[in-house]
C-alpha cells in the first residue's frame, strides 16, 4: 500500500523515503533524528518501515523509545518478523513488551513461538498475562475467541454515571476501546452496553442501569469470526462483546479486527475461485514449495475431469474422422459453455458469501438462471452460426447453433448450482472454482455437440 | 445473514419470526406490542424485517415512534426501498425524517430520487439541511467526498479540556462519533486530532493545543474510496478526516462505511475475475436484463479468441487426420494451461487488490512463477504420460508429456503477467478475469500442442 502514502496532508513521508531517513539514521548513530522521525510518523508506517532492517537494528530503534512506544510499533509488525525479533531479544525485554502488548496480538504471536521460547518466556511475566495468554491461545482458529481481546471495561449497574466515568478514566489507559463499557450481574452476567457519550451527557447521579442499552448484540466465544465480523458490519458497532455458555462476558472484538477478518476470508474465496488451497500467508511472502503444494492438488483432480472430455470425444472419433472441421468449433463451445459456467458460479459463491443470496433462494435463482442463460445462449449461437456456415455448410451451421444455446444453458446452471449443492453439503461454495467448473461444464459441451453433430450431420 | 441470527444471547429474534410478529400485529392493529418488539430489536433488523412489507405497512410502523427511531430505522432500509418509501409520503413527513438522517446517507438518497422528488423535497428543508445535501451529492461517486459525512466535531486549540468536553456534550447528539474530535486553526486548516479519552483524563484546564495528536493522517476530497477504506484499515481508526485542496476539513469517513466500501469492492473484483461487469446492485435484486448485459459483452468477446484456437486446430488439420488419437488429449492439455492459468491471475489479482504485491514486484514474481509453473507442469506431465503411452504409444506419451510442461508454464506465465500489464495500463487488474486467462492459454495450448505432436510423429 506504501506506494499511495506520498502526499498525505499529514505529512506522511513516503515508504521508501522512510526507509532511507531511518537507514541514515541509524548509519550515523544520530539517536536524535531517529526519534525526531518516530515521533513525526504514524507507528504502522514505522513498522512497515522497520521490516525492511535487520533485527539488531530493529532493536537500536525500538530501545531508544519508551516501553508503550516499543510495544506499540511491535504490535504492527508482521507475526514472523515479531517471531524473528523474538529470537534475537533477551527474555526479561521480551516480556516486557509482551506484556504492554494488546491481549489478542500477545496471545497470536505467543502461539507462533516454539515450544521452548514459550516456557522460557511465560515464568518471565506476571500471573495475570500467563494466564491471560494460555486463556486466550487456548481458542480454537477462527473463532470469535481466537480474535477477541480481554481489553475491555465492565461496569456494574449500579454505579452512577459519574462513578462509572470515573473508573473507566482509571481503566482507560489499559482498554482497547472505553467508549462503549459492558455492563455486568454481580454473577458476571452480560446484562447491557453503556456509551461513554451517554455517561458523560447524563446528569452525575444517573444510574448506569437507567442509561444502559439492556441485552446488546453479542457473539459466543464458539461462533465463526466470519459471522462475528459479518455482524460487526451490520450493526455498525465499534466492537462486539463474547460471551461464553453461560451469558459471561469473556472478551471483545473490535471493529479493526472485523474488517481484517472480511479482507482475509474475501481473499480466501478469491483464491478458492482460481483453484488454490488456502493460503494462510501473503503471496509475496510464500515460499515457492508452499504455492506448488497449494496449487498442484486441483491441477491433478481437474485432469480426470478432463479425461471426461478425452472420452467423449474418443466416443465420437468416427464422427470427427467424417467432418474434422467439426474440431474447429470444439474449443470455441467448450469454451463459451465453461465461461458461462464461471460466471454463473462467481455470481453465486460471492452472493452466497456476503449473505446477499442464501441456500432458500436456489429454487427462485435457478427460474431466472435458465431464461438468463438462454437469452445468452441464443445470442452468442447468432453470433457464431455465420461461421460455421462458411466453415462447413447449412448443417455444420446448424449443429453449432443448437450446440451453442444447449452449452451455454447447461454451462450456466452447473455454475449456478454447484455452490448451493456445496453449501447444502455444509461444503464451501467458493469451492465451486472457475476451473472446477469450466471442466465439467467442458466436458458436457464435448458429448453435447458430438451428440448433436452426429444426429445432423448422420441422421440415422 | 438473517439465518444465523436465532441463538443470540441478546435475545434477537430470527428474521423470520420478526417479520411474523410484525405481520401479526399489524394486522390485529396492536400499537402496544409492535411498539415492544421495536424496543426489544436492533433497528438493524427492524428494518431488515420491514422490508418485507408494503409501504404503507412500514408507515404505519414508524408512525408509532419518535422521529429519531423513525429515521434510524430508514436509514437502515435499502436504497431502493427508501426511494420506493419516499413516493408513498407526504412531502413535509419525508422532510422531517430526511433531516434527522446521517448526512451521508441522505446524500445518497436524493441521488437516487427523480428531479421532481428532489425539487419537491428540497423547499421542505431548512436551509443548512438543504446546503448539506447539495454539497455532499456534489462529489464524483467513488471518492471520499462521496462516502464521507458532514456530521463530525471541530474544536479549535486554544480550549481547555473543560470548555472542548462542554463543547462536545452539546453537540453529542448530532454528530456521527464525538470519540475523536478535529482541531482546526481559525482559517478551518485541520491542525490536530483529539480523543474524546484524553480530553476526560487530563486536568480540566490543559489546552486542546496540549492534548491533541498533531498533523493527523488526513484523506483528500476526491481520492478513491478503495484507498480510504484501505487507509482506515491499516491505521486502525474509527474515522479519517477528509480534507479540500487547502487542507480544510469538510468531513469525516468512518470505519463502518470504510467495511462497506471494502467489502463492495471485493465483489466488485469478484465478479471481474468471473468475467462478470460491475453489477452496482445485489445479485438478488438485479433484472434478468442487467444480468444478461453484464455477461453477453464478454462471453462474445472470449468468442473471438476461441476462434484463435480453432485457427490452430484447422492449421494442423492433416496432423489431426492423420492420428486422430491427438485429439483425446487436446481438452486435457488445454484445460490444464487455463487452469494454471487462472491459479495464477487469481493470485496476482487478489494481492495487487489488497496492496499485497505491488506493480514493482512483477519481476521477482515473474521469477518465482516460472520455478513453480515447472514443477507443477513436470508433474502434471507425470501424471499424463501414462495414459499417453496406453492409447497412443511412445510418439504420443513423449508429445503429450513435453506439450504438458510447455502449457503449464506458458499458461501460468500469461495468468501472472496480465493482472501486472493491466495494471501498468492503469486499467483494473481484475480484468484479467479466469475465462479471458483461459481463453488466451486454450489458444497458445492448442499451437504448442501440434507444434510439438506434429515435430515428434512426423519429423521433416
Not at 531517529?34 to 537500536?60: T, Y
Not at 506476571?126 to 480481554?150: H, N, V
Request: proline residues 3%.
Amino acid at each position: 500500500m506504501a506506494q499511495n502514502m506520498a502526499a498525505e496532508p499529514g505529512g506522511q513521508m513516503h515508504h521508501e523515503e522512510l526507509v532511507g531517513a531511518i537507514r541514515q539514521a541509524i548509519d550515523s548513530g544520530d539517536a536524535t533524528a531517529l526519534r525526531a522521525l518516530i515521533e513525526e510518523e504514524h507507528p504502522v508506517d514505522i513498522g512497515a518501515a522497520l521490516e525492511e532492517f535487520e533485527p539488531h537494528q530493529v532493536w537500536v530503534v525500538l530501545d531508544l523509545l519508551p516501553l508503550d512506544e516499543q510495544a506499540d510499533i511491535f504490535g504492527y509488525f508482521e507475526r514472523d518478523f515479531q517471531v524473528e525479533l523474538a529470537h534475537t531479544a533477551p527474555r526479561a525485554k521480551l516480556a516486557r513488551i509482551v506484556t504492554e502488548m494488546h491481549s489478542d496480538e500477545r496471545a497470536d504471536l505467543f502461539n507462533e513461538l516454539s515450544d521452548e521460547q514459550q516456557d522460557a518466556l511465560l515464568p518471565a511475566l506476571a500471573q495475570a498475562e500467563r494466564e491471560d495468554i494460555r486463556r486466550l491461545a487456548a481458542y480454537e482458529e477462527d473463532t470469535a475467541g481466537s480474535i477477541m481481546t480481554s481489553d475491555y471495561a465492565v461496569l456494574s449497574e449500579a454505579l452512577s454515571a459519574a462513578q462509572a466515568i470515573e473508573k473507566l478514566r482509571h481503566e482507560a489507559p489499559d482498554k482497547e476501546t472505553i467508549y462503549r463499557a459492558y455492563v455486568t450481574s454481580p454473577d458476571r452476567r452480560l446484562v447491557g452496553a453503556v456509551r461513554l457519550q451517554d455517561l458523560i451527557l447524563a446528569t452525575p447521579k444517573t444510574l448506569v442501569r437507567d442509561l444502559m442499552e439492556e441485552g446488546p448484540v453479542s457473539v459466543r466465544v464458539d461462533e465463526d469470526q466470519e459471522e462475528v465480523a459479518r455482524k460487526i458490519s451490520r450493526y455498525d458497532v465499534l466492537a462486539l462483546p463474547v460471551v461464553d455458555a453461560e451469558n459471561r462476558i469473556v472478551g471483545i472484538v473490535t471493529h479493526d479486527d472485523a474488517m481484517d477478518v472480511l479482507q482475509e476470508e474475501a481473499t480466501e474465496d478469491f483464491h478458492k475461485v482460481g483453484s488454490v488451497g488456502d493460503l494462510d500467508t501473503s503471496v509475496r511472502d510464500a515460499s515457492i514449495g508452499l504455492l506448488y503444494r497449494k496449487r498442484i492438488a486441483w491441477l491433478v483432480l481437474l485432469v480426470f475431469g478432463n479425461l471426461l472430455s478425452g472420452a467423449g470425444i474418443h466416443y465420437y472419433e468416427d464422427t470427427i474422422a467424417a467432418v474434422v472441421a467439426l474440431v474447429f468449433f470444439l474449443p470455441l463451445l467448450i469454451g463459451s459453455s465453461g465461461n458461462a459456467g464461471s460466471q454463473a458460479a462467481t455470481l453465486m459463491v460471492r452472493a452466497l458469501a456476503t449473505g446477499d443470496v442464501m441456500l432458500k433462494d436456489w429454487g427462485r435463482m435457478l427460474g431466472r438462471e435458465i431464461l438468463i442463460a438462454l437469452l445468452l445462449g441464443l445470442t452468442m449461437a447468432l453470433a457464431v452460426s455465420g461461421i460455421g456456415w462458411y466453415r462447413g455448410g447449412a448443417g455444420v451451421a446448424l449443429a453449432v447453433a443448437i450446440t451453442m444455446v444447449l452449452v451455454v444453458i447447461v454451462g450456466s446452471l452447473i455454475g449456478m448450482s454447484l455452490p448451493f449443492v456445496l453449501s447444502r453439503f455444509r461444503m464451501d461454495p467458493a469451492t465451486a472454482s472457475a476451473p472446477l467448473v469450466t471442466t465439467i461444464a467442458d466436458a458436457a459441451g464435448v458429448f453435447i455437440y458430438f451428440a448433436v453433430a452426429t444426429a445432423i450431420l448422420f441422421p440415422a
